[in-house]
Each structure stands twice: as C-alpha cells, then as structure tokens.
C-alpha cells in the first residue's frame, strides 16, 4: 500500500521560509519521479515542483528561484520555500504517478501573512 506523508507547513511572514517533506512508504520511491501540487482555496490544484527519480528539477514559473525541490536515496522528498508571498499559501501535496495511478499525501498547509 503507498502511502505518502507531507509534514512542515505552517503559518510564516511574508518574505520567511519553510521547509516541507514527503515520507513514502510502500513503493520504492526512489525510482519514481515525484511532484510537489498546491492548492489555494477556489483555484485548481497546480504543479510547483517536479523531481526526476535523477534528481532533476523543473517549476513553476511562480516559483522559480525561490523554492527548491530534493530527494535523499531513500523515501524522502523536500520542497525549500524561501521568500514566501502570501499568494504561496495553499495545502501542498506531494505526488507520485506509478504507470496510470496517482497517489498523494493528505496535504500540508501553508499560510504566509503578517
């Protein structure tokens, strides 16, 4: 059974940072790419991050230069936010894609104000 568990959101000032991770569990998650979604109240659930089983990276234009996503070589993944806005907050998932099926986390909330 995959199971995927976002923790390290929270509420931060504009301008902070916050550092999220993923646990997986049930699959071998290094060898699956892997996604970072957020979604604000009322809009759809968007792409922030992806990260390659390689480690490579691609982002959304929103976020480029201010998050950062990771692997280690085990069931962990990371999203660094620096120089949070307030249009960053959302719940952030994490997501793996296993041939057709989808699996995500429960979601982490991130609410950036002052």
């Known amino acids: 059974q995959v199971q995927l568990v976002e923790s390290g959101g929270g509420l931060v000032q504009p301008g902070g940072s916050l550092r999220l991770s993923c646990a997986a569990s049930g699959i071998s998650f290094s060898i699956y790419g892997m996604g970072w979604y957020r979604q604000a109240p009322g809009k759809q659930r968007e792409l922030v991050a992806h990260i390659t089983s390689g480690g490579s990276t691609s982002y959304a234009d929103s976020v480029k230069g201010r998050f950062t996503g990771s692997r280690d070589n085990a069931q962990s993944g990371y999203l660094q936010m620096n120089s949070l806005k307030p249009e960053d907050t959302a719940v952030y998932y994490c997501?793996?894609?296993?041939?057709?099926?989808?699996?995500w986390g429960q979601g982490t909330q991130v609410t950036v104000s002052s």
């Open positions: 997501n793996v894609q296993i041939g057709r099926s989808m699996y």
